[in-house]
């Protein structure tokens, strides 16, 4: 019989006690929901950390309860597996030679960690719809040939200080974001990428962009 589960994973109904203690496992739960319900656009950075800050901290079931009381709720099918929750898997490996470019675009989820094996083939990692469940990605990186392309979005900070750069051109353009915006995601590239280039760059503009921004300077002098 399916039914309605908290977040927390435990079912609602009579009988329940909110003043059970909450499990790292509890927090946990939670705390991807929070992600996840910010990468939707339903929760500001700034309600993201507060919660999360309340989530992490809380010692009853009843304190998680309140931080995702006015999100969905999440549905279980008659066999126990819960519907309408992304998965987070905590590695995902690629690996590929010598065939066609690599994609991630989208609303994409992100792991906790990103292994790429690739030769002389194109990568493209689109963080600019993606789900992020966690505040820090790694990327270990063996890659020889072709380019690696990172496109980010406001709040993505991207560390290359511990990828070691072989006969390969780094093209960092960093986003001309305000400097009290919030770091949602830090990105670490770590490993090799030899020949070829890495570039880390911000989304290109849209025709409709690219005519505001002409036409802006236009309107200023008139």
């Known amino acids: 019989m399916s039914g309605e589960i908290?977040?927390?994973?435990?079912?609602s109904g009579p009988g329940s006690s909110p003043e059970l203690r909450a499990?790292?496992?509890?927090?946990?739960?939670?705390v991807d929901v929070l992600r996840i319900a910010a990468g939707d656009g339903r929760l500001t950075a700034d309600e993201l950390d507060e919660r999360l800050e309340t989530a992490l901290s809380a010692r009853t079931l009843s304190e998680l309860a309140v931080l995702t009381a006015d999100l969905p709720a999440v549905s279980t099918t008659?066999?126990?597996i819960t519907a309408g929750v992304v998965e987070v898997k905590d590695v995902i490996r690629i690996e590929q030679v010598f065939s066609g470019a690599i994609e991630r675009t989208g609303r994409w989820v992100l792991p906790r960690r990103l292994e790429l094996a690739v030769t002389w083939c194109d990568v493209t990692l689109d963080l600019t719809e993606a789900v992020f469940t966690q505040d820090t990605l790694r990327i270990d990186v063996a890659m020889a040939g072709k380019s690696l392309t990172l496109v980010t979005r406001p709040g993505v900070?991207?560390?290359?200080?511990?990828l070691t750069l072989v006969h390969c051109k780094l093209r960092h353009h960093r986003m001309g974001t305000p400097p009290d915006t919030p770091t949602t995601?830090?990105?670490?590239?770590v490993g090799q990428k030899a020949h070829g280039k890495v570039v880390v760059r911000p989304p290109r503009r849209t025709f409709g962009q690219w005519l505001l921004r002409r036409s802006a300077p236009l309107s200023a002098g008139a």
Do not use: Y
């Open 185 to 189: 995601l830090r990105v670490e590239l």
């Open 23 to 30: 499990s790292h496992a509890d927090r946990d739960r939670v």
């Open 6 to 11: 908290s977040p927390t994973g435990k079912h």
């Open 157 to 162: 900070e991207v560390d290359v200080d511990g």
């Open 78 to 80: 008659t066999d126990g």
